[in-house]
């Protein structure tokens, strides 16, 4: 499997080979809510249909938990189509997708306030 850096997607010279809204077919709403925050990751079940070879990067991105920011990053594709073809994979079956998780707890003060001084001695 080609990686996003050295794949038919890419050239050094010219740069994105095809055009994002292509990548996504023009859609700009993805089928499943994913949130950039969200995880997703694959089910090991192979797509039925043909899906596209920036569909195939993505699979094979998400051997583990990976957001759909990380994914997004890897592709060098803006985050709503990357949303699109992650969605087009879990409508499939091969990926699963969760919601991240938000702590009911507000943050811990003196955690931000110890980061915040290690910010300014740096500076």
Known sequence: MPSPKDGPLLDDAAGRLIRPYTVSGGRTRPTT??????????????????LGPEHALALGLCDGPTSVAEISAHLRLPAVVTKVLLSDLVDCGALTARAPRC??????????????DGLRRRL
């Open 33 to 50: 809510a994913l949130d950039l925050l969200s995880l997703v990751m694959a089910t090991g079940t192979v797509p039925q249909k043909h």
């Open 103 to 116: 702590g009911h707890t507000p943050t811990d003060r003196s955690l931000l306030e110890a980061v915040l």
